[in-house]
Every structure is written in structure tokens, then in C-alpha cells.
């Protein structure tokens, strides 16, 4: 078996605290869990200078402890905001935003910066829509301070944190706090997806799925389940743990981790599609055309967030299509830490002419978009990618179309 070898080293919340106060009933703290994470030694003050993938261990092992913890969090307040009835927050381009998205997003960033203060981070939320509801932002400052144990923030320097997220670099750390935020709401499929990218070219991935089943025998289509993490370095493959820790050091569950990879099949017919279950992400016609072009006769699987690269890497499919209404530009935190997770599983991601994502635009302007020229984006187990790519030539706009 591989084994991956580590060093052991609109609507507003109407009353925060009684938020906090059922938050605090149904969860327990993990703040000695989130302050725990310290900043790994470097003898190299620029270490992106010589970084390579083998010496990332540090980097990998701060991702998986900050994702899973906060996937952690994050299942608690699912649970809390639907039993509470809290609706989300309503940003300007009418997309949901809840506590949870900025809560993660904070302690995420926070984490990170103890870690490596001089990485930059590139994340979703900013503190603007938060600034102007004052009840939300004390909701998030005392969920905040619970999970992370950092009793002296304030809400300017909560602020701070989220919008610390906006600075580009060379060593760039890609965050989406919660994806799948209407998922989230229903009560179904989100993740934490953190990666990291060296000059633009993504080599981390870690996508803490609180909702996922462990095991694949428990796990039918988009079924809920315990939790898992799946993650990956680039060049040294992809691997899967449970969302709860087993007991054993990090680094001895990062050792004994289960590879994991695509499904082997060839046929078109054999094919297994997930889809997005907003039709706004991704045109469903479009995607059932594809289908019947290649001969597939099993419905697609209907699921939120990057869960499904996780579910495709570890072989329960072999077709993901996003195809977004024309215009839209891709944000590189949707894609970039699935990106390793399933290339490094054995599969392929690119746009629907068969071209490579390129990343590196939205670390370098820090606004986190892909270029326009990206009109879809194709994601498969790899021996079915040329055929799928094919099947899309004749009924999906080639780019500018």
C-alpha cells in the first residue's frame, strides 16, 4: 500500500447571544485544538525560493489540522444555524454568505499566519458586507473567540484577519471557507477547501468534507456521512482520512493515510457523472447532452462543493462538468485545492477545449478570478478526459463564442 512518509514533527441573526448560547449547548470548544498549531522552524527567511513539493511537510501537515478542525467547527454550526432558523446573509452579486463562511475564514487565516507569517493568503469573503451588520459581526466575533480561544479580539481586528485574505505572493495559500454555501443552509454537502500555489501553480490541496462518508462502502452517490478529509501533495499522490482524529499523532495518520484514485474505466457508457445541484454553477441540459453523446444511462449525481472532485478522486465517478453561463469568470478558490487532490489521483482537470487552468492570474492580482477565456471547466478520471472534451465540441460555445 503507498504511504506518504511525514517527519514526526438578507435575512440578519436577530440576537448573537442566544446564538452563543445554544452554539455553546450543542458544541465543545476547540481552542486548545486551533492555538495548538504553531509555527513550524525555517532556517531559510525566503523558503519559497528553494521550495519544492518533498520539503512541504510542514505546510501539508498545518493544512489538514486548520482544514479538519474547521470542518469540525463548521459541521457544529450547520447544526446550530438550521435548528436556530438563521437565513443567510445576502451579498452584493445576490450570492448567501453565512456566519460559518467568515468564522472558518478567520480561524483559518489566523492559523495560517501563526504558522507562516509571511505567506499570503487568497480567500473568498472580505469583512465589507460584515462592516455593515453589526449583529452578524458580534455573532462571528463570539464564535470566533470560542473555537480559537483568542479572547482579546476585537471587530476591527477580526476584520483584519478576513481581509488579510486579499494579499497576493509567491507562496499563496487558496481558501474557500465554506464551498458549497447553499449546501451548507440545506443541511447537505460542504467543504473546506484550502490549497496552496508556488508562483501560480498549485501544489497543495486539502478538502475537509464534514458530510462525507469515510468509507466508500458507506458512501452511495450524495449520501451523508461522517466526514472525511481527502488531500495531496503534488507528486506524491492523493489520500483520504476520517474528519475526527483517530487518537494517534497527525503525523502517524498522515503515514497510514489510504491512497486513494480514479476509476479505471474507459468507456464512455461506463461513465458516472456528477453535476452541480444549482443550475446556476452549471448548465444540467448542457451536462445531459454530454451524457448522451458518450451513452450514459445512470442519472448524474446532484451535489455541492468540491466534495465532488473528492468522491470523483477516490473513484465513486468519472465525469464532472461545469459549465457556467457565458461571461462568468471562474474564482481559482473553487477549483485550485481540488485541482491536486484529483490530477494527483489519476485524473484530469481543464477547460472544455482541452487546455490547462492557469492560476497563476488570480494569485498575482490577489482578486482570486481565472482569465475570461475559461468558459468551462472539464474534470475526469483521466483515460474518459479526450473523449468527453470531444463530445462537447459540437453544442458548447468554444471560447469567445
Known amino acids: ?43 531559510n527567511s525566503r523558503p519559497w525560493l528553494c521550495m519544492t513539493t518533498t520539503n512541504l511537510q510542514d505546510e501539508l501537515t498545518v493544512a489538514i489540522s486548520t482544514a479538519r478542525k474547521a470542518g469540525i467547527a463548521a459541521k457544529r454550526l450547520q447544526k446550530t444555524l438550521i435548528e436556530t432558523k438563521r437565513a443567510a446573509i445576502e451579498k452584493s452579486d445576490s ?41 452578524a459581526l458580534a455573532a462571528v466575533m463570539d464564535v470566533f473567540r470560542l473555537e480559537s480561544g483568542e479572547t482579546y479580539v476585537t471587530e476591527e481586528s477580526l476584520c483584519e484577519i478576513l481581509d488579510h485574505g486579499r494579499l497576493p505572493g509567491p507562496r499563496t495559500w487558496i481558501l474557500d471557507p465554506i464551498d458549497g454555501t447553499k449546501g451548507f443552509i ?54 483520504m482520512l ?34 452541480s445541484v444549482e443550475t446556476a454553477h452549471s448548465s444540467h441540459s448542457v451536462g445531459a447532452e454530454a451524457a448522451r453523446a458518450l451513452g450514459v444511462i445512470t442519472p448524474p449525481v446532484q451535489m455541492d462543493s468540491q466534495c465532488k472532485y473528492g468522491l470523483l478522486a477516490r ?21 485550485a485545492p481540488a485541482y491536486v487532490v484529483i490530477t494527483e489521483a489519476g485524473g484530469r482537470v481543464t477547460d472544455t477545449e482541452g487546455k490547462e487552468l492557469d492560476f497563476a492570474e ?14 468551462g471547466i472539464v474534470t475526469t478520471n483521466g483515460r474518459l478526459h479526450d473523449l468527453v472534451v470531444e463530445s462537447l465540441r459540437s453544442f458548447w460555445p468554444p471560447r469567445g463564442g
Open 1 to 43: 500500500m503507498q504511504r506518504l512518509h511525514l517527519p514526526q514533527k438578507q435575512a440578519m441573526i436577530s440576537s448573537p447571544h442566544i446564538f452563543l448560547a445554544l452554539f455553546l449547548f450543542l458544541s465543545g470548544r476547540v481552542a486548545m485544538a486551533f492555538s495548538s498549531i504553531r509555527r513550524p522552524s525555517r532556517t
Open 95 to 135: 450570492s448567501p454568505v453565512t456566519i460559518a463562511d467568515y468564522t472558518v475564514q478567520a480561524l483559518v487565516i489566523a492559523a495560517l499566519r501563526v504558522s507562516f507569517p509571511g505567506d499570503q493568503v487568497v480567500a473568498e469573503e472580505t469583512s465589507g458586507v460584515l462592516r455593515q451588520d453589526p449583529v
Open 186 to 239: 440545506r443541511g447537505e454537502h460542504f467543504c473546506v477547501a484550502l490549497g496552496m500555489a508556488l508562483e501560480g501553480k498549485p501544489v497543495l490541496g486539502v478538502l475537509a468534507c464534514p458530510n462525507v462518508p469515510s468509507s466508500t462502502s458507506r458512501s452511495n452517490g450524495a449520501s451523508l456521512g461522517d466526514g472525511c478529509v481527502f488531500f495531496a501533495l503534488k507528486g506524491q499522490g492523493a489520500f
Open 242 to 275: 476520517p474528519l475526527e482524529a483517530n487518537g494517534s499523532s497527525l503525523a502517524e495518520e498522515i503515514t497510514h493515510a489510504v491512497p486513494i484514485r480514479v476509476s479505471p474505466a474507459t468507456a464512455g457508457e461506463e461513465a458516472r457523472f456528477f453535476e
Open 315 to 335: 473513484g465513486e465517478g468519472e465525469v464532472m462538468l461545469r459549465l457556467p453561463r457565458l461571461g462568468y469568470i471562474e474564482n481559482i478558490w473553487d477549483h
Open 362 to 375: 488570480g494569485c498575482r492580482a490577489g482578486t482570486g478570478k481565472m482569465g475570461r477565456e475559461v468558459t
